[in-house]
């Protein structure tokens, strides 16, 4: 791995991700599945990212919450994302298509735009929590199965529930685990996980961490109505990205 042309370009990929991640309380997968895929193909993007996102998250989740806790209070959500990562998942395997990533972008910009359209999911989230809870969930899970970036779907979801930022992001960093943990297994059982790709992985896996850690220490000046604001402003950008990046990159 120490020799291959791109590390160092890789490492800097999973440190800056990581410290987004660490800042934040989500975004590793985000951030670094596009810069992945500047050199590699969707896929392969995707499979260098699994591992790390996992460890960032792990530390996310058990720095404000347990799992116990999460498990106990969103096992509905977290069962729909299983689902949809199991479905999504397979279809990026099996038949990998660039376009998929305007399925999510159509997704965060309805969501975005619901006012105009004079769209609510207020009045659906308080009159059917269950359902409208394993559709999100379903839905979370299959774009993050398909294009690796299950974030702009939880969000929509996070802040029509109105979780506090700790509880947010412990109930995201335990869907990101089960959904990348999925991907290891669908990945493994096709034939693209083996030793040789692990062995390339595993050291982004500490440099990862070592960027949650420096990130980590900002978090906490984030107040509850800035970290809204970033949750909105990121979803713009990402829509606007996924669209670019689908026709042109």
Sequence with gaps: MFGNDFFWYEALIVLFAGIVHGTLGFGFPMMATPLFALFLDLKKAVLFTLFPTIAVNFLSLKRDNSFGEIWGAYRLLIAS???????GTNLLVL???AYYKLFLAGVILLYLNKERLHISLTHSVAKHPQLMTMLIG???GFVGGIANIMIPVLIILILELKLEKKRAIGVMSFCFITNKMLQV???GYHGNLNFENFSMILPLIFIAMVGFFIGSRLQ?????????????FILWILSSYLIVSTFYM
Excluded: A, C, Q, T
Aim: net charge negative; glycine share 4%; no cysteine.
């Design 220 to 232: 906490d000046r984030i107040d509850e109505v800035l970290y809204k604001k970033i949750l909105n």
């Design 95 to 97: 038949y990998d298509n």
């Design 138 to 140: 379903f839905l979370s």
């Design 81 to 87: 994302v299983i689902v949809g990562s199991i479905v």
């Design 185 to 187: 297994l669908i990945f």
